[in-house]
């Protein structure tokens, strides 16, 4: 199924049974939210005020202690290896979240992706609006996820767009200014491809599989999913009240972002606790996603994180998500089960998948935990064991 000309919406329950045909359109006029905070507003308009159990302050602690880990990638290529890998290894299986240095791209290309973005968002609206998207492919420069209507909206600005596989690969979808941004941003992103590659290889060994297992279940290299989404939270006047980024886990396979040195920004979820991730210069913040737990069937875990704004400064990330292959059917790795560890999940392809957030917004776990097979239900595993 090609998701590009699919035009399927689930507006009800989550349930992949109901999606319906029907045009995506915004509900609303799309505001952008750079343009509102440089009006010199004082206070925040209703749309982005969250409910009280959803603001920063709200029910959990937030930690500025506690770090998640931090795991030098060079450790892959000595006397370390092994250790390195068991580090990577604990990270997905207990936090979902690390930071990884020493990986291998060079400084000067992530710091021109970086410019790159900054100079986009720092264009005249109109030229910006030239790239205005859809909610059916969300390519182009966006102010919103979900088309419900009437939806609290997050405090942020972003610009999507696809890499690979080269036949969704459309670059007239991608920036005309800055200048050299195509140019830029493919060299970034051609980088974090053999990045991707090199951690699925790691993973793939650390649950017992052939080195290239999940690099070809993802689609190989030449079908695999790599996608950008450049992430602009400008300063807010009441940042108590909002968010940039709703509580979430991604849909896809794996995350690397790229953050600059404003913090906080991102905040994890650590059992009843939010950990602010520290910015470290040149590194990647790397996260499972939703396809990665369905794959592994619940041993590498996507957890629930979000973007928190301030008053004074605005903040800009660059994530890239290696997905896979949008009609490639995704569910537990066979080698992964047996009589002690069931299917936890039903399969689906990723296209049928992403449906629910580009539809139904950011909703904590929700998607994931909607896909829990019956008979693990029945046998009463809880959604929030996988979690």
Known sequence: MDLENEKSTDLGNGSPNSFVKEKLEWPEPIQRVQGIAESGIKTLPSIYIKPEPERPQ?????????????????????????????????????????QV???????????????????FFNLPLEEKQKHANDPIT?????????????????????????FLPPSIRNESKWPSKPKNYRIHMK???????????????????NLGLHPDYLKEAFGGKEDIGMCIRINYYPACP?????????????PGGITFLLQDDVNPGLQVRKNDCW?????????????????????TNGMYKSVEHRVVV????????????????GDKMVGPIQELINNCNPPLY??????????????????????????????????????????
């Not at 950990?275 to 996260?287: E, G, L, Q, T, Y």
């Not at 890239?320 to 292959?325: Q, T």
């Open 275 to 295: 950990v602010s991730v520290k910015p470290i210069p040149d590194a990647f913040v790397v996260n499972v996603g939703d396809q990665m737990q369905i794959f």
């Open 310 to 325: 301030n008053e004074s400064r605005k903040r800009m990330s660059i994530a890239g998500f290696c997905n896979p292959c």
């Open 101 to 119: 240095i020493n990986h291998g791209i060079d400084s000067q290309i992530l710091r021109t992706a970086m410019n790159a973005g900054r100079e």
């Open 238 to 250: 009441e940042p108590d009240l909002t968010l940039g980024l709703s509580s979430h886990s991604d």
């Open 138 to 162: 969300y390519e182009g420069y966006g102010s919103r996820i979900g088309v419900q209507k009437g939806a609290v909206l997050d405090w942020g600005d972003y610009y999507f767009h696809h």
């Open 346 to 387: 039903r399969s689906m392809t990723f296209n049928e998948y992403r449906k629910f957030i580009r539809t139904g917004g950011t909703k904590g776990k929700v998607y994931v935990n909607s896909i829990v097979t019956c008979k693990q239900m029945m046998k009463g595993v809880q959604c929030t064991s996988v979690s």
């Open 187 to 205: 060299e970034y992103c051609e980088d974090v491809v053999d990045l991707s590659l090199k951690l699925l290889s790691v993973f793939s060994v």
């Open 58 to 98: 709200a029910g959990n602690i937030v930690s500025f202690d506690e770090e998640i880990p931090v795991i030098d990638m060079s450790g892959l290529n000595d006397e370390r290896r092994s250790k390195t890998m068991e580090e990577i290894s604990d990270a997905c299986r207990e936090w979902g979240f690390f």
